[in-house]
């Protein structure tokens, strides 16, 4: 199927008699015929829900609908896509550990990696595109765990050079991570390009309407985690399930199985069943969606390059850009995202925030109303100078999530609040 009936068809199949819309099971707990049947169940030897905090039928549901629109063997939903992030790098990292990551990644992100995964003795290396592939390499050794990247960077706009990455981790014998959120599979499916694990912040994007935080893990299953004896954690026994070997036992499946049976068993990062069932109903616009807001982003970001006040505009499929040739190489659209700065600066970026109408000022981003921020005294305050300049983020610079509006009520309200600034 193409990727615009997958979001509709993917992941529930009702029987003869059943709802044909997928239900909400709202339960912690599960009946089973026998005890031998709950104990199987525990050693991993038969297929079926636990408890909640595992697993769910509803959200199998749509874990199995977000792996098919991306092309994976398995995914893992969670409560938020700072969870799925701190248990995709933990689920094969461990302290002593390292992993290199893009540092034009979404603020929140980084003070993830660099403070808390710090704390728990796990090391990020930042590094940036126009680093030469040998000084990227430098940064490996033997404790290098993983690659990092984002599709597109949050709030940067830098494309993720998807291939050139991949083969760098390869390698250096490390999957490389992408987290998808601004593409979503309907613009980029990054493992077609190379990469082995995709994450999202499913509060973004896919469920699109601002209502419900969750994020994914989205496993290839197409890296050799038994090559170079990196990972034991999947290659030997797991004394917590009997001797499990996950790479012996549930093979291309062994990370996103060990990510869900040890990680969300331990840890309860569960997304509640009910905000999987609402995500579900965005994802199912989601190609419709995707196509509006590429349209209505690009012909913004064409209005404000040509503006005398508008010093700089970032947008990948904007023709002249920095990343016009890599958006065009990896991307169907670039999403509805624009960065852009004023010439007078962070007080005029203040003023033209305030004065908008239509767009509100909100802490979020990628839902189908506009909405605007300041990165740099909001969701990247706590970043230093420095890694702020790394991660793209000038003091004047706007993000502008650009909604599926009728473009020329955007434009317009664009207009009257940059004649204000």
């Known amino acids: 199927m193409h990727i615009e009936t997958k979001c509709i068809q993917s992941g529930y199949e009702p029987k003869s008699g059943e709802p044909r819309v997928l239900p909400i099971y709202q339960s912690t707990t599960y009946k089973y015929d026998s005890s031998e049947d709950l104990g199987a169940l525990f050693d991993l030897k038969l297929d079926g829900h636990m408890y909640t ?18 092309g994976g063997v398995g995914a893992l939903c969670t409560s938020s896509g700072q969870a799925a992030n701190f248990i995709a790098l933990t689920n094969i990292a461990k302290a002593g550990d390292n992993f290199v990551s893009l540092a034009s990644i979404y603020g929140g992100t980084v003070n993830l990696f660099a403070v808390t995964m ?22 490996f050794d033997d404790r290098t765990r993983a690659l990092f990247g984002e599709t597109i960077a949050n709030p940067a706009l830098t494309v993720l050079d998807i291939e050139r990455f991949a083969g760098l981790a390869h390698r250096k014998g490390v999957p490389l991570m992408v987290d998808n959120t601004f593409a979503t599979p309907v613009l980029c499916r990054p493992f077609e390009f190379g990469a082995d694990i995709v994450i999202h912040s499913t509060t973004k994007y896919l469920d699109g309407h601002a209502q419900t935080v969750g994020g994914v893990i989205i496993d290839s299953g197409n890296f050799d985690w038994e090559k170079g004896g990196k990972y034991p954690e999947l290659t030997t026994p797991d004394d917590s399930y009997h001797g499990v070997v996950y790479t012996r036992d549930f ?21 509640a069943p009910m905000n999987a069932y609402i995500m579900n109903l ?11 807001h590429s349209e209505n982003a690009l012909k913004v970001a064409q209005m404000l390059k040509n503006h005398p006040k508008v010093s ?19 991307l169907k659209g670039a999403s509805g995202v624009i960065a852009f700065g004023l010439k007078d600066g962070r007080a005029a970026a203040t003023k033209f925030m305030d004065s908008l109408k239509l767009a509100k000022i909100v802490v979020h ?13 909001t969701t990247h305050r706590q970043l230093t100078d420095e890694q702020l300049r790394d991660a793209g983020v000038l003091p004047e610079l706007v993000r502008l999530s650009v909604g599926i509006e009728n473009v020329e009520d955007i434009i317009d309200d664009v207009a009257q609040a940059l004649a204000n600034a």
């Open 118 to 139: 710090k704390k728990l003795g796990i090391e990020v290396r930042f590094v940036t595109p126009d680093m030469s592939d040998e000084e990227i390499e430098a940064r």
């Open 251 to 271: 093979g291309k499946a062994a990370y996103i199985t060990k990510a869900r049976v040890q990680m969300m068993r331990d840890l309860g990062m569960t997304p």
């Open 282 to 292: 965005g994802t199912e616009t989601l190609a419709l969606r995707m196509e509006r």
């Open 365 to 377: 981003v990628a839902d189908a109303r506009t909405c605007v921020l300041h990165p740099a005294s």
């Open 53 to 70: 905090r595992i697993s769910n039928p509803t959200v199998a549901a749509v874990e199995a609908k977000l792996s098919d629109l991306e």
């Open 312 to 330: 700089f505009v970032s947008y990948p499929m904007l023709e002249g850009d920095s990343e016009y040739a890599l958006a065009k190489k990896y």
